[in-house]
């Protein structure tokens, strides 16, 4: 069981984070701790606790994808939770939904995984030449015909 539930971490995780467990604990850690010393905490990742992620998710300006997110979790978790509940929904509301989405992130940010770039969506550029006047009379006049104006 012990090999299965840590195959996922490199040997030299699983090693630094041995040594961690009996420095700091008083008896031989269970699979559980063992698994969160391999993951380390939120601050060794550059996740800020939950909490301050709320308040940067809240308080981002829009457009989200441009706002220079301190960790990309953020963003992920607060388009997760829907950034409109999130200004909406008082703090009481939104901040559990939110912190569900963020913890589901940051597990997948501990456990190695890169995140996927945030994806800026742009406009494409308009490189149609107007009508003329001439056309844009005849458009209209074309358009009341089909309408029977």
Known sequence: MWLESLSRFTP???????KRAIEESEYLPTLHKMISFCQGDLASH???DAHRAYM???HAP????AYPWSHAAIYFAGRDTDWYF???SPE???FPLFKQQYQRWCERVMAGE???EI???RLEADTATPLSKTENRDRLKHLREELKI
Not at 12 to 18: F, K, M, P, S
């Open 46 to 48: 550059g996740l800020p």
């Open 114 to 116: 890169q995140l996927p």
């Open 92 to 94: 009481r509301v939104a």
């Open 119 to 121: 994806e800026v969506k």
């Open 62 to 65: 829009s457009p989200k994808t």
């Open 56 to 58: 940067e998710a809240c």
């Open 86 to 88: 999130l200004a909406t």
């Open 12 to 18: 030299g995780t699983i090693l630094q984070a041995a």
